[in-house]
T-cell receptor
Framework: EDQVTQSPEALRLQEGESSSLNCSYT??????LFWYRQDPGKGPEFLFTLYSAGEEKEKERLKATLTKKESFLHITAPKPEDSATYLC????????????FGEGTQLTVNP | DARVTQTPRHKVTEMGQEVTMRCQPI?????VFWYRQTMMQGLELLAYFRNRAPLDDSGMPKDRFSAEMPDATLATLKIQPSEPRDSAVYFC?????????????FGPGTRLTVL
């Protein structure tokens, strides 16, 4: 059974203070690791898909990286508008289109 | 701007009543997913369809929940009878599933409260 663990559960940063969120996973044959952002009262918003170890993707202040056991979401010089819950999910080779989500990291960026 | 739409956005009902939630997936997407999100359980997959055919409903309490896709532009999730423990936010998502990948695009959700 796939397992996804995100840490920390919550993170408070000052504006401009860079940091990283962690997503540790256990799957049998990774078919994709996904990062989503969720704002209060809204549905998750797709950010990135990573497929293989060593892969990196960037979008504005966010950069996602992947190893064989974990993924990091690096946030460079965050702004208050980056405050949200960040969700990680995995798809494996045996689960069809099913995604297994982690519990999320709630990020707060103070001005 | 293509996006998943869901109705209603909010629903308050009494225990025992039937609840129907509707979803319009993004045009051209071949897979539709229903999720439930609660503080305790996080985001859980209830069921999903490929080309309107149900592929996996193992996450759904089958005695009271049912999901259908009457056509390619409409997916429904019904609860009958509803119970207080069904209170949650229900999300619909759609995607164009390929061998790898499977980005899913979520709707705004239906917040259900069962009294």
């Amino acid at each position: 059974e796939d397992q996804v663990t995100q840490s920390p559960e919550a993170l408070r940063l000052q504006e401009g203070e860079s940091s990283s969120l962690n997503c540790s996973y256990t799957v049998s044959g990774l078919r994709g690791l996904f990062w989503y952002r969720q704002d209060p009262g809204k549905g998750p918003e797709f950010l990135f898909t990573l497929y293989s170890a060593g892969e990196e993707k960037e979008k504005e202040r966010l950069k996602a990286t992947l190893t064989k056991k974990e993924s990091f979401l690096h946030i460079t010089a965050p702004k208050p508008e980056d405050s949200a819950t960040y969700l990680c999910a995995v798809r494996d080779q045996t689960s069809g289109s099913r995604l297994t989500f982690g519990e999320g990291t709630q990020l707060t960026v103070n001005p | 701007d293509a996006r998943v739409t869901q109705t209603p956005r909010h629903k308050v009902t009494e225990m025992g009543q039937e609840v129907t939630m509707r979803c319009q997936p993004i045009l051209g997407h071949n897979t539709v997913f229903w999720y439930r999100q609660t503080m305790m359980q996080g985001l859980e997959l209830l069921a999903y369809f490929r080309n309107r055919a149900p592929l996996d409903d193992s996450g759904m309490p089958k005695d009271r929940f049912s999901a259908e896709m009457p056509d390619a532009t409409l997916a429904t999730l019904k609860i009958q009878p509803s119970e207080p423990r069904d209170s949650a936010v229900y999300f619909c998502a759609s995607g164009l599933v390929r061998l790898a990948g499977n980005e899913q695009f979520f709707g705004p959700g239906t917040r259900l409260t069962v009294l």
